[in-house]
T-cell receptor
């Protein structure tokens, strides 16, 4: 079956450093990916998405990199701030099929 | 102020009782979804709807029912047939199906 997961359940970074959160997927035909941020007790917040015809996409302080060869994507957060502390998870889909969601990485920013 | 509104934020269900979770959106999105979130697991799709008066089962539809009588509303009923209903329920909507979903703030359902 299709799966999308994350490499590490937790990640701690110093305030001001860059954060890299990783995600792997199993289906080489997956062609659409999304990153979400979820704070405790709240709904997920859309961060950025990317299609498989792209290798990189940038947003405000975030960059998503897609490596289709090894079926891996990453979310990079520049100059991490305390407000970035949350659970981050990726989701992917193949064609018009439903999204598969990963389990999440909890990012803790150390002041 | 556009967005997705879920209510209530907390809900308690007694044994054998059906409960309904509300989801309203004013984003004019065609597609709406219900997901269940359990600790340590990824979101799992319960039901989704691409258009008014139509909906499809997701991966874990058993024990749940939905309706889509209006574009703005997609209520979820957790029936007594759902034996393990305790979870955080999330409603979402999107312009295109399965792309760039926007989520509500969730409803925590617990069993008394």
């Amino acid at each position: 079956g299709e799966s999308v997961g994350l490499h590490l359940p937790t990640l701690s970074v110093q305030e001001g450093d860059n954060s890299i959160i990783n995600c792997a997927y199993s289906n080489s035909a997956s062609d659409y990916f999304i990153w979400y941020k979820q704070e405790s007790g709240k709904g997920p917040q859309f961060i950025i998405d990317i299609r498989s015809n792209m290798d990189k996409r940038q947003g405000q302080r975030v960059t998503v990199l897609l490596n289709k060869t090894v079926k891996h994507l990453s979310l990079q957060i520049a100059a991490t701030q305390p407000g970035d502390s949350a659970v981050y998870f990726c989701a992917g889909s193949t064609g018009a099929n439903n999204l598969f969601f990963g389990t999440g990485t909890r990012l803790t920013v150390i002041p | 102020d556009g967005g997705i509104t879920q209510s209530p934020k907390y809900l308690f269900r007694k044994e054998g009782q059906n409960v309904t979770l509300s989801c309203e959106q004013n984003l004019n999105h065609d597609a709406m979804y219900w997901y269940r979130q359990d600790p340590g697991q990824g979101l799992r799709l319960i039901y989704y709807s691409q258009i008014v008066n139509d909906f499809q089962k997701g991966d874990i539809a058993e024990g749940y029912s939905v309706s889509r009588e209006k574009k703005e509303s997609f209520p979820l009923t957790v029936t007594s047939a759902q034996k393990n209903p305790t979870a955080f329920y999330l409603c979402a909507s999107s312009i295109e199906t399965n792309e760039k979903l926007f989520f509500g703030s969730g409803t925590q359902l617990s069993v008394l």
